[in-house]
């Protein structure tokens, strides 16, 4: 490893984001439009906006028109299709209009057009149009008590399919007249799964009420009244369409797997899909390190991975899943140990804060003050900050999730 770790860090990081970068994989993934009149657009999530500028300028010349729904900051000036800008991760009223927009860009497309959607992590928030029966504050108040009880997305997006009018397979049952229904979805779920990508506004949803109430109970949440059924595959739209991945949380290690090999790693990958408690798997990677410490090793060590983790908030201090992770890290590592680590959000928000997350090296952990009282505040962005070892970056227009590092006999500067 040439210069310092934090360094380094900035370009472990760079090269995960440009794997998912939308102006290098989205003109590749773009269908043929010569067989239409003309294609509306409909694109959400956080790399909404990039997503559309780069297919903006991918088709010139081609008729086009819609929307681009993104979080608050991460807008892209386009020429052809209008930017809306909303609340994440829960929604706002703007995130409703902009549903309903959404809608009716759906609608209006008919037999001789393209429908093409543009979709990418955070849209399930951005996206937000209430079911009949269920109103705005509903779905606030359960999206909020979920996300700090700590539940993985998969739990979170089953019952968002069930709360809209837009999720769950619905924009395409909107787009029923469509001559033929296009998605093209940066991923940021662990697995992949199109229902689960933006809870899966295009495609079938194989999940049920029941499991939706079943989820619900599990965190003490009173359900709504009114919850929707499932839209199978079965139906007629989903002859017309087609869902494809363009980038997702695996390509983005592979990337950074060659960049560490090229600054002279012996590179592991642990999991490209990590998903659980981010203080649970700090300890299990922990254990790891210990036993590579236990060992020799002709060059260091460096221990990639991805995912996605959660964070059950109960403190009322500031941070993210990688932050914690980081915290909780540094607790269960051996005092003196060789060992830098860094953890961030490739959207370059991790929780709140401000920061896309942290790092640390021996030199910063000789001097770090103990890290349990931070932990019980869920404090972590406050103690990283403290040390100077936040981690900042602009928001980088695109989300594939997690992004941890872990350097073993790193010798520090």
């Known amino acids: 490893m040439h210069g310092d770790w934090p ?84 929604p706002d009223a703007a995130g409703v209009a902009a549903a309903n927009r959404a809608l009716s860009v759906a609608h209006a497309t008919g037999p001789d057009e393209m429908l093409l959607v543009l979709v990418s992590g955070g849209g399930s928030s951005l996206l937000c149009a209430p079911a009949a029966g269920i109103s705005l504050q509903d779905k606030q108040r359960i999206t909020g008590t979920l996300l700090n009880a700590g539940a993985p997305i998969s739990d979170i997006n089953c019952v968002r399919r069930h709360l809209s009018a837009i999720k769950g397979g619905r924009l395409a049952r909107a787009a029923g007249k469509a001559g033929c229904i296009r998605t093209l979805a940066i991923s940021d779920v662990v697995g992949d799964c199109p229902s689960a990508i933006a809870s899966g506004p295009t495609v079938p949803d194989s999940s049920s009420i029941a499991d939706a109430a079943r989820v619900l109970r599990s965190y003490g949440i009173q359900a709504p009244e009114s919850l929707c059924e499932s839209i199978g595959p079965d139906d007629p739209v989903f002859a017309r369409s087609r869902f494809d991945i363009i980038a997702s949380g695996p390509q983005a290690i592979a990337a950074a797997v060659a960049y560490g090999r090229g600054q002279g790693f012996d590179v592991r990958v642990l999991a490209d899909d990590c998903v659980g408690e981010a203080r649970d798997i700090a300890a299990q990677h922990a254990a790891m390190v210990q036993s590579l410490l236990a060992g020799t090793h002709t060059r260091p060590v460096l221990l990639l991975s991805g995912g996605e983790l959660t964070v059950t908030v109960k403190g009322d201090g500031q941070g993210g899943p990688n932050q914690e992770y980081l915290l909780a890290l540094l607790q269960a590592l051996p005092a003196g140990a060789p060992v830098h680590a860094f953890a961030a959000d490739t959207d370059g928000m991790d929780g709140t804060g401000g920061a896309a997350g942290a790092w640390f090296t021996p030199e910063i952990r000789a001097r770090a003050p103990a890290p349990g009282p931070w932990l019980d505040r869920n404090d972590s962005f406050g103690y990283f900050g403290r040390l100077g070892a936040l981690f900042r970056t602009k928001p980088t227009l695109t989300n594939v999730n997690d992004l941890r590092a872990i350097a073993v006999g790193v010798p520090d500067h």
């Not at 984001?17 to 003309?38: E, H, Q």
């Not at 979080?71 to 209008?82: M, N, S, T």
């Open 7 to 90: 360094e380094f860090c900035r370009g472990l990081y760079a090269a995960a984001v440009r794997s998912a970068d939308p102006l290098l994989v989205v003109p590749p993934a773009l269908p043929d439009p010569s067989p239409w009149r003309a294609v509306r657009v409909i694109a959400f999530g956080k790399a909404a906006a990039a997503m559309a500028r780069a297919f903006e300028l991918a088709w010139p010349d081609v008729p086009l028109g819609g929307i681009a729904v993104c979080r608050y900051g991460y807008a892209v000036p386009c020429d052809r299709i209008e930017v809306l800008e909303c609340a994440h991760p829960v």
